[in-house]
C-alpha cells in the first residue's frame, strides 16, 4: 500500500543519506574487567583532541560507562575530524573503588582518526596490572 | 643506629661498612629500576630502534619532567631506568614511539605513540613493562 512504499522510499533515503555524510564518524568504546570477566561499569572516560601539538588538549566529552561497559558514541555528531584524539579512562578511580591498587592511575590511549566518516571502536581489556586495547568493529 | 633503609636516603656511595657489611652494601647496591621488552605481534620478533622516553610527573598541574631516553637493542630491550638512585615513588610515564617505528616499516599504525602511565611505590623495587605491539593493537602488563 502506499504508506508502505513510502516507508520503504524514506528507509532508502535515510540509509543513502548517512553513508555520504562525513558527519557520522563515531568513536565507541566497550570496557571489560579481566579480573572479574565482567563489564567494568562506572569508569569515567574522556575524549580530547590535540589541534596543536604545542598547546594542551583539548577535552571534548565524557561520560561514563553503564552496566555493559559501554557509552553513548563520541564524539557529539558533526564534529568529528582527521586528527590526533586521546581516550582517557579513570581506570585508577575504578579500581580503588572496588578495592583494589592498580598499577596504571589511568590508562590513556591516542589514536588517530583520518576518515571522519568511519565508525571506530576502541575496546579496553582492563585488569589492575595490565591492559590491552585494540581497533576493533 | 641506622635503619637498614639508611643507605637509600645516603645515596650508592655512602654504604658504611663495618658491623652491617655485606647486608647493608647489598641494600644499597639493590636500587629499583624500570625495564621494558618490547615485541613486534605482527611479525612475532622483538621491535628493534624503537625509541622510548621516560618521564616523571612532579606536579599534575606541571608539565612531565623527562628523565632518560633511549632506544631498544635487536632483542626489544634498552639499559634499565632511570639512573640508579633516582628512582622515587610516584607517577611516571613510558612513551614508546611507536608511529615512527612503524612507518619506518612502511606500515600505517593507529597510535602515533603508546604511552604507559604507572605508579612507582617501591623504590627499590624492579619493574618489568613489556609492551606488546601490532599496528592495530597493543597489550602492556607488569611482568617480572
Known amino acids: ?3 508502505g512504499s513510502r516507508f520503504r522510499r524514506r528507509t532508502r ?15 565507541t568504546t ?3 574487567n579481566t579480573f572479574t570477566g565482567r563489564p567494568a561499569e562506572g ?7 590535540l ?3 604545542q598547546q594542551p588538549w583539548i577535552e571534548m566529552m565524557k561520560s561514563s560507562t553503564d552496566t555493559d561497559g559501554r ?3 563520541f564524539p557529539a555528531p558533526g564534529t568529528a575530524r582527521p586528527g590526533t584524539y586521546k581516550l582517557h579512562f579513570d581506570t585508577g578511580s575504578y579500581w580503588q573503588l572496588l578495592g583494589y591498587t592498580s598499577f ?3 590508562v590513556e590511549v591516542v589514536f ?7 565508525k571506530l571502536h576502541i575496546p579496553l581489556l582492563l585488569s589492575p596490572f595490565s591492559y590491552t586495547t585494540y581497533r576493533g568493529s
Open 1 to 3: 500500500d502506499s504508506s
Open 13 to 27: 533515503l535515510d540509509h543513502y543519506g548517512e553513508s555520504s555524510d562525513s558527519s557520522h564518524g563515531s568513536v
Open 30 to 32: 566497550h570496557v571489560l
Open 43 to 49: 569508569l569515567a572516560i574522556h575524549l580530547s583532541r
Open 51 to 53: 589541534e596543536d601539538p
Open 71 to 73: 557509552c553513548p558514541p
Open 104 to 106: 596504571y592511575p589511568y
Open 112 to 118: 588517530t582518526i583520518t576518515d571522519p566518516s568511519q
